[in-house]
């Protein structure tokens, strides 16, 4: 069997049906053209008949790229389908998507109908379908609950239609792998024409296992996995793409092939999270904050002297520059004596342990150790002197329906510098006129912000990672003035470049 696995993205349509998460048509096309970038087979780019909105962005994605089949996704209705194909017209390579539920909760309660009738159906709307595209995948809804040698009937009748993809979806997210598995192989074992389609997972992840159902389908014969990026979906989510392409990279005696460029999945997902307001939890797998991060002193030690001790992905290989090691009370001297040697201090020996020593006190009082509290602890001189570079003053003008805009006066050694700009809010603004102030080409990587007391004039603790010349610098601020705070961490990060 051929090992080449397709990946169909449905994060335009599965994934936006997550509350909150609806995108314009503007930023559908910009998630579809890094999609692209990214390397995917299929772009699910909506359901046309369920609004004006999602027609629209169905026909400008097809306008918009080139190399990926479109894919509409209609019910087992004539006019959804017909709608899907006008939606389709300018797609290079266009696909529908139609179906119908396959299990007895679909067939008896959801539709009042009967199992031969729905194989009639299912079969009309494939035949239909072929009328206007050569590409026609089915799916067989609620596949994870079906009886399994019903659903080959219902298989081998749409593949003897015209069906070229055959989809089964996990729609609750019941399977437990070793089932799910079981269930794409007795379909490739008993549908007689199955030779004449590619099987797809669509696993949902109700019960925590997405990844595992679509890897147990694809090493039983599925040859097409549907997954959104960063496992969004309704209720709890979808197949993570991100999670399934490197499962397959890692365990290279499974020898299956796609064509994700993986280095682009941090970028994709970071694009995918900014647009749909949905932030990535820390701890996912991948793509989270911490994937890649080690606070604990045995983690860290081995991590410095072999990254595969800890480390099962190279981050570089999905885009992420380096391991952070991060330091907290459980963080050993290995560590400490790393960071020191970022910051350009060479320790060692007795002078090491009593530094090791501050820094566990330190570490208890404290849930983020700066870079400005270890030069203070390796009696930097630089760090008793205030920086040379410091924020004089700030004005800030913005509103509804003035353009943001920000004057910002700097003091270079005693020498005051001030310079205006515009920008897409008064943090863009002032960061602008910043950088036309250093004259330093610096590319924000990471804002956050936090709040550290609470009410309405709480203070708030900004913090920024910048590149320059390839190298990361960090900066700190606080202030009850969150544009001011993030002006000075923005200048913090600045002034450790050197």
């Known amino acids: 069997m051929d090992n080449r696995v397709y990946i169909f993205d449905t994060t335009l349509r599965d994934g936006e049906q997550v509350p909150g998460c609806q995108l314009n048509t503007i930023e559908k096309i910009e ?25 629209n962005s169905v026909v400008e994605i097809s ?19 017909e709608v899907a194909a006008e939606a389709l017209k300018f797609a290079k390579r266009g696909r529908i998507h139609t179906g119908i539920g396959t299990s007895e909760y679909h067939i008896y309660s959801k539709l009042n109908s009967n199992p031969d009738a729905i194989i009639e ?6 035949k239909y379908a072929r009328r206007f595209v050569d590409d026609v995948e089915f799916y067989a809804e609620d596949a994870g609950r079906s009886d399994n040698e019903y659903l080959a009937r219902v298989v081998e009748a749409v593949i003897k239609a015209g069906a070229t993809v055959i989809n089964i979806p996990d729609t609750t997210g019941y399977c437990l792998p070793s089932e799910y598995g079981e269930k ?3 379909l490739i074992n008993n549908v007689s024409n199955m030779d004449k389609a ?15 159902n679509t890897l147990a389908g694809v090493t039983n014969g599925a040859r097409q996995v549907e997954v959104t990026i960063n496992g969004l979906g309704e209720r709890a989510g979808n197949t993570a793409l991100e999670e399934v392409v490197m499962a397959m990279r890692c365990h290279k005696n499974l020898d299956f092939i796609t064509q994700i460029d993986t280095k682009e999945i941090i970028k994709t997902s970071k694009l995918v999270s900014t647009l749909m307001r949905m932030p990535v939890q820390a701890n996912k797998a991948i793509v989270g904050r911490n994937a ?11 991590v410095l002297k072999n990254r595969e001790t800890y480390e099962i992905i190279d981050p570089a290989d999905v885009g992420v520059k380096e391991s952070s090691i991060v330091l907290t009370a459980r963080s050993g001297r290995a560590a400490l004596k790393h960071r020191l040697q970022i910051l350009g201090y060479e320790i060692e020996g007795k002078e090491l342990d ?57 003091n270079f050694n005693g020498d005051v510098f001030t310079e205006t700009a515009s920008g897409n809010g008064p943090v863009d603004a002032a960061y602008t006129a910043i950088k036309s102030l250093v004259k330093r080409k610096v590319h924000l990587e990471e804002y956050l912000v936090q709040a550290i007391t609470r009410g309405s004039d709480d203070l708030g603790k900004v913090h ?31 002034s450790k470049i050197g």
Do not use: W
């Not at 998630?31 to 027609?55: H, M, N, T």
């Open 31 to 55: 998630v579809a053209r890094q999609l692209e970038k990214l390397g995917v087979d299929v772009i699910e780019a909506g359901f046309p008949i369920s609004s004006p909105g999602d027609f």
């Open 354 to 410: 009593d530094i090791y020593e501050q820094f566990l006190v330190l570490a208890d009082s404290k849930k983020d150790v700066a870079d400005e509290d270890l030069e203070a602890l390796a009696g930097s001189e630089h760090a008793k002197q205030e920086r040379n570079i410091k924020l004089e003053r700030l004005q800030v003008i913005s509103g509804l329906s003035t353009i943001p805009t920000a004057t910002v006066s700097i």
């Open 198 to 212: 590619i099987l797809s997972t669509h696993c949902h992840n109700d019960l925590g296992m997405a990844t595992a």
């Open 292 to 302: 890649f991060s080690h606070s604990s002193g045995i983690h860290q030690d081995g």
């Open 121 to 126: 159906r299912a079969v009309e709307a494939v």
């Open 63 to 81: 306008k918009a790229v080139d190399r990926p089949i479109i894919c509409a996704l209609t019910r087992a209705v004539k006019k959804d389908i």
């Open 464 to 494: 920024v990672q910048v590149e320059h010349k390839g190298k990361t610098f960090y900066g700190y601020a606080a202030n009850t003035d969150i544009v001011t705070a993030s002006a000075e961490a923005f200048l913090d990060a600045i």
């Open 184 to 186: 794409i192989a007795y």
